[in-house]
């Protein structure tokens, strides 16, 4: 241990070589994460040299060792070397880069994730690295999304407020996901059951969002909030996948969300690939607007003792509420939803969504 501090005192390059020996070593546990931490500690381009050059080793313990480094130091110099691990055959050399590629990787790296992730052995950290590198594509920047208009209260005929100047400022400030409450808003209606309804842009892209007083509302900043060519990268993979990866990138567009996903969605729903639609279908009981809501009532009455047919009940009671409809039609709808359910776990859900309906 006094050997290795005064190594990383020394700062020489020199000691690179035999610190990478030691954290790789059967030594004291202690003795390895000492050396491990110097690595990482170690400042210069020498050492980040010396690290990439670990990519190249048949050892793959010092292979393994060099990419947590590359990944701890965010050595950028490192991700084409990384990106030929990930495409390895062995698959905790694949699963190791594609972790540090998730926090690396930008767009030039995403076609080669992509052509990865339908071949790789490591499939589900190939999944994280591509969501993980769309999410920070897709990160907003100040002023992509404008609040056009936003008000609260009992829609869409009764007391209500204009709260597009409260919105605006949440939004500015970073806010992606919205607190519909009488805190956030104010009460218009005391004792009324309010909603709440907006109209934005994301990067020029119309959206509209409703929630229910009481919901957390997530904007949908969907495909809006990707570059176009990143969006259609994606779009392309799936639509030349099949099997493992074709579910992965389905998932990885449900994330991202927005009416293109959305479509894809209920085209694999409707489609002959079994274990596919029960994963689309699945999606459309996850999604979280009414925009699904006729996708669901076809759902319910295809079948409404089967597994999906329930979960798509339960979606079903949950975003008739957000719709912008008289508090008559929603009440209609919980009904009629009501007549479907065949499971007292549902009627009891209906019933209290019911009460709420004022």
Do not use: H
Not at 89 to 112: I, N, R, T, Y
């Amino acid at each position: 241990m006094a050997a290795i501090a005064a190594l990383e005192r020394l700062g020489s390059a020199a000691a690179l070589p035999v610190l990478a020996r030691l954290a790789v070593s059967a030594e004291d546990a202690q003795v390895v994460k000492a050396a491990q931490s110097a690595l990482v500690s170690f400042a210069g381009p020498e050492a980040d040299a010396m690290i990439v050059s670990l990519l190249d080793r048949p050892d793959n313990a010092l292979r393994l060792l060099g990419i947590d480094l590359a990944g701890r130091r965010r050595i950028v110099a490192a991700v084409p070397r990384l990106l030929a691990l990930a495409a390895a055959e062995d698959a905790q050399l694949a699963a190791a880069s594609l972790k540090v590629l998730g926090d690396l990787g930008g767009a030039a790296e995403l076609p080669a994730l992509l052509a990865v992730l339908q071949k790789t052995p490591a499939l589900e950290a190939a999944e994280r690295a591509v969501s993980a590198v769309c999410q920070r594509l897709s990160v907003l920047k100040p002023g992509a999304v404008s609040v056009v208009k936003a008000v609260y209260g009992v829609l869409p005929d009764g007391p209500q407020q204009d709260v597009t100047a409260k919105v605006a400022k949440l939004v500015q400030d970073g806010a992606a996901v919205l607190e519909i409450s009488n805190g956030s808003f104010g009460d218009s209606a005391p004792g009324k059951v309010k909603q709440f309804e907006m109209t934005y842009t994301v990067n020029g892209v119309p959206r509209k969002a409703k929630a229910g007083e009481g919901a957390l509302l997530r904007l949908d900043v969907g495909a809006a909030a990707l570059p176009p060519p990143v969006f259609k990268a994606l779009t392309d993979t799936y639509a030349r996948a099949t099997g493992a990866p074709k579910l992965a990138l389905l998932r990885i567009l449900c994330n991202i969300g927005g009416n293109e996903t959305l479509a894809l969605v209920r085209q694999a729903a409707a489609g002959g690939d079994a274990v596919l639609k029960e994963a689309a279908q699945r999606a459309l009981c996850d999604w979280q607007s009414p925009d699904v809501l006729p996708d669901l009532e076809a759902l319910i009455t295809a079948d409404k003792t089967a597994r999906i047919g329930i979960l798509a009940l339960r979606a079903y009671a949950k975003l008739v509420p957000a719709q912008q409809l008289p508090a008559e039609q929603k009440r209609a709808a919980l009904k009629r939803a009501l007549e479907w359910a065949t499971r007292d776990e549902e009627r009891v859900l209906i019933r209290a969504t019911l009460a709420e309906i004022k």
